[in-house]
C-alpha cells in the first residue's frame, strides 16, 4: 500500500523559509514523479511544484523564484524548500503520486504564513 506522509508545516513570518518532506513508502519511489500540491481556506486544491524520476522540475507561477523542489531517493523523500513566503502561501501542503493509474495523496501539513 502506497503511503505518503508530510511534515514540516508551521507558522511562520512573511518573508520566513520552510522546508516541507513527504515520505513515501510502498513504491519503488526513484521511478516516480512527485507533486505537491496545497489548499488555502475556501479555495480550490492547487499545483505547486513537480519533480520527475530523472530530475526534471516544474513550478506553478506564484512560487518560481521562490521555491524548490528536489528528491531523495535514498530517504523516499521529496523535499519543498519555500523562501520569501507571503501570506498567500498559506494552505495546507499536500503530496502527490500516481501509481498503477491512481493518485495517492498524503494528509497534509499546514503552514500559515503571518505576522
Known amino acids: 500500500q502506497v503511503h505518503l506522509v508530510e511534515s514540516g508545516g508551521r507558522l511562520v513570518q512573511p518573508g520566513g523559509s520552510l522546508r516541507l518532506a513527504c515520505v513515501a513508502s510502498?513504491?519503488?519511489?526513484?521511478?516516480?514523479?512527485m507533486t505537491w500540491y496545497r489548499q488555502a481556506p475556501e479555495k480550490e486544491r492547487e499545483y505547486v511544484a513537480s519533480?520527475?524520476?530523472?530530475?526534471?522540475?516544474n513550478y506553478t507561477d506564484s512560487v518560481k523564484g521562490r521555491f524548490t523542489i528536489s528528491r531523495d531517493n535514498i530517504r523516499n523523500t521529496v523535499y519543498l524548500q519555500m523562501n520569501s513566503l507571503k501570506p498567500e502561501d498559506t494552505a495546507v501542503y499536500y503530496c502527490?503520486?500516481?501509481?498503477?493509474?491512481?493518485?495517492?495523496w498524503g494528509r497534509g501539513t499546514q503552514v500559515i504564513v503571518s505576522s
Open positions: 502527490k503520486v500516481n501509481y498503477a493509474a491512481r493518485n495517492y
Open positions: 519533480i520527475t524520476a530523472v530530475g526534471g522540475t
Open positions: 510502498g513504491l519503488n519511489f526513484r521511478l516516480f514523479a
